[in-house]
């Protein structure tokens, strides 16, 4: 099946400073992707929507300049946290959806644990 | 505003036991709806998915049944495995075309040996 990874798989860093978190699709090309947050024992909360080469749609409650997405290609996304709080630490999980087998339909990574202290 | 609600207590079954698991929505008329394993720790791994006019789906040991009259969706596992330990998340599409999934809260599965 289509796999999407994303890199780094945990990261802890101190407080103000910014962490960088990539999401690739690897063998399709993704039409859009996705950018989820989990917190402990909690579900996954949509946070933004990107389109290669557009900006990106953020759900209400997020804010776009703490959270900046980049969609430079059709293969790879990025979330850059910027200026991280404690507040800020969580599980974040990306998605990428395409047209595989003549379907669309939509995978998730692994995750990136986050850590800020 | 669309909710999806699913047992948030966790779920005890004995090996070899069906489980079922339950998942109800509101202010919503879904196209289709999925259900994802998650794995602590890990992301969500798609496991089916059932459209509107689909009644039941079956894979494997898996079924999901879809009354959208009741709004609700219906998740077994037969033959229930230890393995089978994880937590089970509903998901619905917003139709929007935009094709933005999202998840209910989960339900933790635990499957005794």
């Known amino acids: 099946g289509a796999v999407v990874s994303q890199h780094p798989s945990w990261v802890i860093c101190k407080s103000g400073t910014s962490v960088k978190i990539e999401c690739r699709s690897l063998?399709?090309?993704?039409?859009?992707m996705f950018w989820y947050r989990q917190f402990p024992k909690q579900s996954l909360m949509l946070m933004a929507t990107s389109n290669e080469g557009s900006k990106a749609t953020y759900e209400q409650g997020v804010e776009k300049d703490k959270f900046l997405i980049n969609h430079a290609s059709l293969t790879l996304s990025t979330l850059t946290v910027t200026s991280a709080h404690p507040e800020d630490s969580s599980f974040y999980i990306c998605s990428a959806r395409g047209y595989i087998r003549g379907s669309n339909e939509q995978f998730f990574g692994p995750g990136t644990r986050l850590t800020v202290l | 505003s669309q909710k999806i609600e699913q047992n948030s207590e966790a779920l005890n079954i004995q090996e070899g036991k069906t489980a079922t698991l339950t998942c109800n929505y509101t202010n919503y008329s879904p196209a289709y709806l999925q259900w994802y394993r998650q794995d602590p720790g890990r992301g969500p791994v798609f496991l089916l998915l059932?459209?509107?006019?689909?009644k039941e789906k079956r894979k494997e040991r898996l079924k999901v049944t879809f009354d959208t009259t009741l709004k609700q969706s219906l998740f077994h596992i037969t033959a229930s495995q230890p393995a089978d330990s994880a937590t089970y998340l509903c998901?619905?599409?917003?139709?929007?075309?935009?094709?933005?999934?999202?998840f209910g809260a989960g339900t933790r599965l635990f499957v005794k040996a």
């Open positions: 998901a619905l599409d917003k139709d929007t075309g935009g094709f933005k999934t999202i």
């Open positions: 059932i459209r509107e006019n689909e």
């Open positions: 063998d399709f090309q993704a039409t859009t």
